[in-house]
């Protein structure tokens, strides 16, 4: 097979170029971001639209959303949404391209590699393992939801640190994905939830071990005594991992879809990762009435922004900076351009992105600094005045505004990095602004 010997080759030239990093876990888990609520405006008069069906609005509000699927597909192959998901209706890239395709197979030690070197890479790769099918979305999500995640992601999956990375996609293009990936759903309509009983729900929901996967940020609970479904135990890693909170849910589900899919996810979308559990109709009318309606309490405050810590007072070279931030979390975005595999879309291009040539990962690569909007290329390591408040040089800053990013600030002057992760530890940005004030030295 001749993509696994090219990967071999890769992933050699990978070891004796970079070198490999010891395991350990970067970054620091965060609270989820706010949820932004998508236009939440009535197409027809411009009043408040409802959150669900109760006040029977939703669909008109999803009738109000137009975009060209045939645009759209075409914008999907441009932002290589494949790269990281299943069901996008492109065919998968080749293997070296595929972050999430390779991670699996070093999950699942399926690579033609000896045991101990899949071991270790294994320990090592933690994020862009499991991402969401994007198959049949419309049967679950609503178009105006897509739009504004596409436009501007949030956090799902609060038990799992990736995120959808920014991707730099206008509105006019979201809404022409979004278009594409919800084609030939069902017309929205009308869901008979009139009988339902949401204080019902929460005793249900509460008791049938569905908080053994899902947060439910700022919901009350039923102080009853909670049932363990019967699971065996990767299904149980597996659905704990992907289970978004279900406090944006009544922003992004469909309301006429949820009670069907709480009793039996796969007869909604195929490959479901949540399991049924064995409602009865009316129950899970109540529990999609408890989840669609509870009083919900106001976002926690944001994260305060980063405090950062003074530069070291001792000397940093480039590979203690390599070993610890750049080889550990800034890998297969930021390589040299070589004769095989892919640098990166942080190097070369690639989601979009048009090539920004930050190349980390051997000393002479950051040396060639990045490709400024004007085409030109300029230091990492330079003061640039605009970026004082973020720590002034190029490269402290992108960190720096990864913090502000997960935080609901976005930072217009710089795009927040390592790009869908977690932001680095004020630690590791310590380390790595010491080596910049230094001079950025070799040795
Ligand atoms: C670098 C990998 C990566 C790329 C590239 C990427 N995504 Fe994602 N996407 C993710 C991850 C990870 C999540 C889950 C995030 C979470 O749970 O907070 C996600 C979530 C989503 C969701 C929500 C689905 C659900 O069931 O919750 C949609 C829709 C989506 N992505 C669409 C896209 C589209 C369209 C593109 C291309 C424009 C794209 N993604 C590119 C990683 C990626
Ligand atoms: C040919 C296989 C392969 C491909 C393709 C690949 N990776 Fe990796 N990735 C690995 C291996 C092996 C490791 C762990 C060892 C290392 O760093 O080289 C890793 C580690 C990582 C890490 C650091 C550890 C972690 O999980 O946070 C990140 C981030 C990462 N990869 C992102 C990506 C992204 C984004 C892409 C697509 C642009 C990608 N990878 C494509 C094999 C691959
Ligand atoms: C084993 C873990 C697990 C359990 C237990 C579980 N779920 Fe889920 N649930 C998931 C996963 C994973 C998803 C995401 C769907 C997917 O990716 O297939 C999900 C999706 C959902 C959604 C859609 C949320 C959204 O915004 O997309 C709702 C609503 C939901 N579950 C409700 C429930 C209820 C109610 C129960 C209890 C009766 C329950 N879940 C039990 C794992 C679980
Ligand atoms: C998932 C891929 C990915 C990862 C991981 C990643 N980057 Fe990036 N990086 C990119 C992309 C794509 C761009 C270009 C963004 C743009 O043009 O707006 C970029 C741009 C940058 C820039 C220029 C930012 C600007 O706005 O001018 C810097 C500096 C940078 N990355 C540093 C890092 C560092 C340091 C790490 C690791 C701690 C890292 N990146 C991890 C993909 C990534």
Redesign the pocket.
Known sequence: MNFIRTAFRVLLLAIVVAGLTACGQPGTRREQAPVVAPPAVNAEDGTPAPAHDEVAGWAAVESGIHGDATRGKALIAKYECNRCHAGTGQPAPDFLHQCVGCHQRIEARTLPFPKEKLDEWRRQTRHYITT?SLAALGR?LRPSWVVSFLHEPVKIRPHEEEWMPQLRIPESDARDMAAFLTMGAEAPRAASMADADAARGKEI?SR???F???EFTGASRADVTMEV?P?AAE??AT??S???D?R??RA??RPDA?AK??RD?SSV?D?????A?G?TEEEARD?AAY?LSTPLAPEPPPEPPLVRLPVLERHVAYEEVAARVFRRSCTHCHADPGPNGDPGPGSTGGFGFAPRGVQLLSFPGTQLGFIADDGVRRSLFAREPALDRLGGTRLVAALVARHEEVAGRPVPEVRGMPMGLPGLSPEDIQLVETWVSEGAPRL
């Open positions: 969401p679950t929901v049938k071990g569905c053994l996967c899902h479904p699971m299904a149980f659905g704990h992907q289970a978004p279900l944006i849910t992004r589900f949820l899919w709480i996810p979308r490959g479901a990762l949540m399991p559990l409602l529990a989840i």
